[in-house]
């Protein structure tokens, strides 16, 4: 799956600020929360791009941004070289046709009171040119079969399926369009752990069959890796570190990335007593007041005066093989155990 | 592919499982059954569990939604609403003394001193209309009769030995002006208040990020060590499990199907249910490929499977299997899997 080509998402230096207001009639802005600030990255055919981070870090606003679902403050999104920021009307539903969304919760992502066919159906009442009317119920019965459920339970409701198949359903629905980029928003975090692999597994059979691009969501790192091409981690509204699947997980070079890793508690008690841990102290600042220069410096131990100077830009550095934002950026190997 | 031959069940009775014989653990789960009369009939969510445990041990529950690891434990604590649950069957000893058969106002005394417990949810575990250093307080007043004032003094001082930053000043703080890690450790010194021989962890860290995950299994830990706490952790990862347990309880639809100490189960499981959850974990030099995925779903409790309940999903079943319950087969002082093919399981042959 090696990126060749055009890119189809370009994503450029995007920022979202929500606005913090005081007083009720003149709403003065006294602040602003920095969900994302400052994304940039490339997304290519059939390839998937992990994001990682703690809660807060932005994650779910970049999903939004990418989905036109919030309006950026500054910067763009380009899905196959059309500007998402400047595009109106027919243009816009164009390319949102092209990018689709899995939800993180398959129960309260599908409407109850809704019938599974018109659940996945419903993208063609807005996008009726995919599917003329009477080819609607077809078209959905073979969705409902590419996604492994029976498409004889195309009258059933939500509540008549399990975690796992409603995550289906909701796959199904964002295949619907046949889109090139699905973004997953933890799309496996809400189900169990024996259902987990099968919707995973699931996912890796789509991408190949349709030569998908994902940004794949997640905060399960094992999961992350095993799934993507290429692996983002994200920081208080910013990408401290990206590379390949290898390169973040064998080399991380980001003291940040290097923390999240060893944080992973590892599925094997062999040698457990000797296992490297960096335990963070205490909680990520807020984005409302990001710390001066490095974000990271707060929590870092190796902080110098130029971190609180001097912001560290993404870009590779001396002795590494990827992009990370760190002035003392290091390879250090911290998942597996010598 | 029949039984091998010889191969005699030494079936044991539940009571020899709990440690070392002879002496009386400080924890013993017997044969416990939990069913909950709903309107769609009984769901038997605890059927014949049995474990032990004792001082300074860790024993992990692991499982799936629905398997029957929470209720247990709630059992233990006496907390289950009864009705609609109903105890039919089985003792919990807690130092020799069965507390299903206590007065309420007895085992009032055992919870919360005796035995405590840290729920998943800490947002909705606290109450939100009292500040933190009540709720905290409210442990040694309503147990030790404390004064308010030496309570609240009391509550700064366990805020500190949970490593709250700043605890004087925010011990008027309420529950939301916490972040979750900090929130989960409000809930972990109430449940340490009284200095507990058991602490029941039932999935402490599932709601929260790796890395506050790793503050707070790291905090647990070492409120171990310095008062040799046993502890039952209630989870379905198995990253926390392999990093702190001693030993491991698998269960799947109200039963313990596999019962071993850590490092067992990890290199070699003996039930089927175990090892598929082994082999799902994405692996790294299996990258690339499908990943092993237990097919099928969950019993639903209203409508268990006949025999054994993991039969449906099961790659080693055999016609025995739909028609019958295996016992939980001894497979050495230790260890114990109820699958009546544990042998051919152990070996990694057929599937």
């Known amino acids: 799956m090696a990126p060749q080509g055009e890119p189809i998402l370009e994503v450029r230096d995007l920022v979202k600020h929500f606005p913090l207001t005081q007083g009720i009639v003149l709403k003065r802005q006294i602040g602003a929360i920095k969900a994302v600030d400052g994304v940039s990255f490339d997304l290519h055919r059939g390839e998937t791009l992990g994001v990682v981070g703690e809660s807060g870090c932005g994650k779910s606003t970049l999903a939004k941004l990418l989905m036109a679902l919030e309006q950026p403050t500054s910067g763009t999104v380009r899905v196959a070289g059309r500007d998402l920021g400047s595009a109106r009307g027919a243009e816009l539903k164009g390319i949102r046709r092209n990018i689709q969304m899995v939800m993180q919760d398959p129960y309260t992502s599908l409407n109850p009171r809704m019938t599974v066919g018109d659940i996945v159906g419903e993208p063609y009442e807005i996008h009726s040119e995919v599917a003329p009317k009477g080819d609607r119920r077809k078209k959905v019965q073979e969705l409902l079969e590419v996604v ?11 509540h008549q399926f399990s975690g796992g198949q409603r995550q289906r359903i909701g796959i199904a629905r964002g295949l619907a369009l046949q889109p090139e980029i699905i973004v997953c928003d933890e799309p496996v975090s809400a189900l169990d752990v024996s259902i987990q692999a099968q919707v995973i597994n699931l996912l890796e059979r789509l991408q190949n069959e349709f030569n998908l691009a994902y940004i794949f969501i997640a905060h399960d790192l094992s999961v992350v890796r095993h799934i993507s091409d290429r692996v983002a981690v994200m920081y208080l509204g910013k990408i401290v570190e990206i590379g390949k699947d290898t390169e973040i997980y064998d080399r991380p070079s980001h003291p940040y990335t290097q923390a999240l890793l060893s944080a992973v508690p590892v599925p094997d008690p062999e040698g457990r007593e000797h296992r490297e841990r960096i335990i963070l102290q205490g909680d990520p600042p807020s984005p409302a007041n990001p710390p001066s220069g490095c974000r990271f410096r707060t929590r870092c131990w190796k902080a110098q005066e130029i971190c609180a100077e001097q912001e560290p830009l993404l870009q590779i550095r001396p002795g590494t093989d990827h992009e990370s934002a760190c002035h003392f950026a290091e390879a250090h190997d911290v998942v597996h155990v010598s | 592919m029949n039984r091998p031959a010889g191969a005699v069940d030494t079936h044991l009775s539940p009571s020899l499982f709990s440690g070392s014989l002879g002496t009386e653990p400080l924890l013993a789960v017997d044969n ?6 709903t309107r769609q009939g009984v769901a038997r969510a605890v059927n014949g569990v049995s474990y ?3 001082a300074g041990e860790t024993l992990a529950v692991l499982g799936e939604s629905g398997s029957g690891k929470s209720v247990t434990a709630q059992a233990i604590m006496g907390i289950l609403d009864m009705p609609p649950a109903r105890i039919p069957k089985g003792e919990i000893r807690f130092r020799g003394t069965d507390l299903l058969k206590l007065s309420e106002s007895a085992r009032s005394q055992i919870r919360g001193q005796q035995i405590a417990m840290v729920f998943q949810d800490a947002l909705s575990a606290l109450n939100p209309v009292f500040t933190v250093g009540w709720q905290i307080a409210e442990m040694f007043r309503v147990h030790r009769g404390m004064g308010r004032k030496a309570a609240y003094a009391k509550a700064i001082e366990l805020m500190e030995r949970v490593r709250i930053p700043a605890a004087k000043q925010r011990v008027n703080d309420y529950p939301h002006q916490f972040s979750g890690g900090m929130r989960q450790r409000i809930m972990i010194a109430m449940s340490i208040a009284l200095d507990p021989e058991i602490l029941i962890a039932d999935e402490p860290t599932t709601a929260l990020d790796v890395t506050v995950q790793a503050q707070i299994m790291e905090l647990l830990a070492e ?4 008062s040799n706490m046993a502890m039952i952790l209630i989870t379905h990862d198995l990253g926390v499990v392999a990093d702190v347990a001693d030993k491991i309880a698998v269960m799947y639809a109200g039963r313990i ?9 990890y290199k070699n499981p003996a039930h089927p249910y175990a090892k598929g959850l082994l082999e799902s974990i994405p692996r790294v030099d299996l990258k690339g490929q499908e990943l092993y995925a237990i097919k099928g779903l969950p019993p639903n409790l209203l409508d268990m499977p006949t025999g054994c309940a993991f039969h449906p999903r099961c790659p080693y079943k055999q016609d025995e299997c739909v028609t019958e319950v295996p016992p939980l087969h001894q497979i050495s002082g230790t260890r114990s899997s109820a699958c009546h093919y544990w042998r051919e399981v152990l070996d990694g042959t057929a599937g």
Request: proline residues 9%; hydrophobic residues 35%.
């Open chain 2, 223 to 226: 409120l171990q060590r310095e």
């Open chain 2, 257 to 265: 199907v596999e019962n071993a100490p850590v490092h067992d189960v």
């Open chain 2, 52 to 54: 032990s445990l004792d």
């Open chain 2, 32 to 37: 416990l059954h939990v069913e909950f009369t």
């Open chain 1, 148 to 158: 492994g459920l029976n498409p004889d339970h195309i009258n059933r409701y939500p």
